[in-house]
């Protein structure tokens, strides 16, 4: 073997390993959904972190979305989801928590878009044109109750048994012939599609990925409120938009923060 030979060989064992590395700890970080944990610090100073501000585009909510509360709501909040990670079914119940305290009041509207993550979750795409198949053949009321009993069975982590797909929808009175068909129909599979391309235009790189919509442009004391949340967590958990309208949020964060956020952008 010749020395160029010898050098070419010892460095493929180095680079596969970088390689895999990356592989990995991307798959590491999807997993998690983008889940994010308050940052702590040992013997250390907590300082504010920095806070950045990029173009954010999402499509206006219109009647084509899945609407909880009023769709003329001063805070719109929408958020994309994959109906197997684990971290989308906690926070649908902190949303569900939201929704209770602002929703019924008309100030926060709770838009639903699908977010599946196919390299992680390869059942997560059907469980999604599911839903709009239910939205599509019963409504709004029915798309709601559909998503509910779906993460109320599901174990999460790809571990739902599709075979269960129609038969909750036969429990909302949706014939299965009319539901398998659908299930089939282009159409849904490009909303979804499309669902996933925005998010990931708009910043999403895992689940749950929300953003937040103000009716109005977030003045420099609401920001400042909004900001000081960010201390607690990783720097790229709130994104604000360039107009100060949307912020991006990143992970499954708790009712508390999720409500200051709110309850800052109501003051506005």
């Known amino acids: 073997m010749d020395e160029q030979s010898v050098q070419k060989n010892s460095l493929t ?5 970088v390689i895999a590395g990356v592989l990995i700890a991307g798959a590491l970080y999807l997993s998690r959904g983008g889940s994010t944990q308050p940052a702590t610090s040992q013997g250390q ?3 504010a972190q920095p806070t950045v501000n990029r173009e954010i585009i ?10 909880l509360g009023n769709p003329d ?6 958020v994309y989801t994959d109906l197997e990670c684990p971290f989308c079914k906690s926070f649908h119940n902190t949303m569900h928590k939201i929704t209770d305290a602002y929703g019924k009041d008309g100030k926060v509207a709770w838009v639903y878009r699908s977010f599946p993550l196919p390299q992680l979750h390869p059942k997560a795409p059907a469980e999604a044109v599911a839903t709009e198949c239910v939205s599509m053949l019963a409504g709004n009321t029915a ?4 998503v509910d009993s779906l993460f109320q069975i599901t174990p999460s982590n790809n571990g739902l048994d599709l075979a269960e797909l129609p038969k909750l929808a036969k429990n909302l009175n949706i014939d299965e012939s009319r539901f ?11 909303a979804v599609q499309k669902d996933y391309e925005e998010a990931i235009s708009a910043g999403g790189q895992g689940t749950p990925f929300s953003v937040i919509v103000s009716a109005k442009p977030l003045n420099v004391l609401t920001l400042n409120k909004i900001k000081t949340l960010t201390t607690q967590y ?8 360039t107009d100060n309208k949307r912020i991006a949020m990143s992970g499954a964060l708790p009712y508390e923060t999720v409500s200051q956020v709110i309850e800052a952008i109501l003051a506005n």
Not at 143 to 146: G, V
Not at 180 to 190: G, L, P, V
């Open 180 to 190: 398998t068909a659908c299930s089939t129909d282009e159409k849904n599979t490009a």
């Open 143 to 146: 798309y709601w109750s559909y």
């Open 45 to 47: 100073d907590t300082q």
């Open 73 to 78: 709501a001063p805070v719109g909040f929408i």
């Open 13 to 17: 064992v180095p680079i596969a390993i």
């Open 58 to 67: 999402v499509r206006p909510v219109s009647t084509r979305d899945h609407i």
């Open 234 to 241: 990783p720097p790229d958990t709130f994104v604000f938009s």
